[in-house]
T-cell receptor, first 113, second 117 residues
Framework: GEDVEQSLFLSVREGDSSVINCTYT??????LYWYKQEPGAGLQLLTY?????DMKQDQRLTVLLNKKDKHLSLRIADTQTGDSAIYFC?????????????FGAGTRLAVHP | DTEVTQTPKHLVMGMTNKKSLKCEQH?????MYWYKQKAKKPPELMFV???????INESVPSRFSPECPNSSLLNLHLHALQPEDSALYLC????????????????FGQGTRLTVV
């Protein structure tokens, strides 16, 4: 079935690293995404990783993919108060001839001084 | 330009009203989406248009009627909604849908906050 799971809440101190984890079920997913949503706003695409990659780094963001365990993580280095938001992971599912995104429940990241 | 523009930002409507949500993108994307997001929940797919044709309808009630007048515009017509339809409605676009190895990198608008009274 289609299921993407995330922990619901993470609290970190400003300047520390944050690691947000996600597990997915569809082994045929070819792309996996991380989106950020600030209060009252839409979704901002942060980064994505193709399923034949193990790691992708983009400035403060590092994505790790363990395809065997169907585990995805997002590491934010030097976390800032502006990083406080909800982070959604999403898998791309090829179904009925079309790709569509399946989102996890979202992880609320709280950054405190 | 990776912008998806949605109007209005906020909408309050009665259960007998007819209203429309609008979405526009100028990235040349040929796939456009409507998502519904309830508070503290992830977005849920409602409709997908590919090359101006309705490709996916996720069993959405007929009181929601999508329309894609051209490749840049997407509308969602609302009629006889219920209070439980109150939510954030998000529009998104991506390059296209066909093929399992095609990146469906989707860009989202800021959403329309809909309240049905």
């Amino acid at each position: 079935g289609e299921d993407v799971e995330q922990s619901l809440f993470l609290s970190v101190r400003e300047g520390d690293s944050s690691v947000i984890n996600c597990t997915y079920t569809d082994s045929s997913s070819t792309y996996l995404y991380w989106y950020k949503q600030e209060p009252g706003a839409g979704l901002q695409l942060l980064t994505y990783i193709f399923s034949n990659m193990d790691m992708k780094q983009d400035q403060r963001l590092t994505v790790l993919l363990n395809k065997k365990d169907k585990h995805l993580s997002l590491r934010i280095a030097d976390t800032q108060t502006g990083d406080s938001a909800i982070y959604f992971c999403a898998e791309s599912m090829f179904s009925g001839g079309y790709n569509k995104l399946i989102f996890g429940a979202g992880t609320r990241l709280a950054v405190h001084p | 330009d990776t912008e998806v523009t949605q109007t209005p930002k906020h909408l309050v409507m009665g259960m007998t009203n007819k209203k429309s949500l609008k979405c526009e993108q100028h990235m040349g994307h040929r796939a456009m989406y409507w998502y519904k997001q309830k508070a503290k929940k992830p977005p849920e797919l409602m409709f997908v248009y590919s090359y101006e044709k309705l490709s996916i309808n996720e069993s959405v009630p007929s009181r929601f009627s999508p329309e894609c007048p051209n490749s840049s515009l997407l509308n969602l017509h609302l009629h006889a909604l219920q209070p439980e339809d109150s939510a954030l409605y998000l529009c998104a676009s991506s390059q296209g849908l066909r093929g399992p190895d095609m990146n469906t990198e989707a860009f989202f608008g800021q959403g329309t906050r809909l309240t049905v009274v």
